[in-house]
C-alpha cells in the first residue's frame, strides 16, 4: 500500500508541476471552450489584463506558482500535509470552474481533488491536532 500512495503523491506532484508551468510558458493548449462562452471568456479574463489578449494577468501567474510549489513539496516529500493544505482552495476553485462554465473538461479537475482528498485522509493524523 506504500507503494500505492508513493505513486499517487509524486504524481499528483508531477500533475501540478506540469499544470501549474504551463500557466508560465502555455506549452500544452488551452482546454477547447467551444460553446461555452462564459468559460472562455472568464478563462481569458483571469489570465489576461485588460481587453487584448496581449496583457498578463496576475491570477494565473499566481495559481501557477502555488501549484508548482505544491507540485515539488509532494515531490520531494517535504512538508507534504502543508502542501495538501495549500492545494485545497486551488482544487475547489478548478472543480468549481468546470463544474458551472466547463462540464465537458471536469475530468482532470476532479482527479486532482480525489487525489488531493485520498492524501489528506492518509495524512490525517498530522490534521488531528487543529480539530481537538
Known sequence: MKIVNLIIRVGLGLL???FGLNK????MP??????????EHLFRALRFSGQ???GKG???????????LVGLLLVIKKWVPLALVILVP???NIVL??????????GPALLVAVLNGYLMYKYWNHYRPLFA
Open 16 to 18: 501540478l508541476l506540469t
Open 24 to 27: 508560465f510558458f502555455w506549452f
Open 30 to 39: 488551452d482546454f477547447d471552450f467551444t460553446g461555452y462562452p462564459e468559460a
Open 52 to 54: 487584448e489578449a496581449t
Open 58 to 68: 496576475y491570477v494565473m501567474g499566481l495559481v501557477g506558482f502555488t501549484e508548482v
Open 90 to 92: 486551488i482544487s475547489v
Open 97 to 106: 470552474f468546470h463544474a458551472f462554465v466547463n462540464l465537458p473538461n471536469i
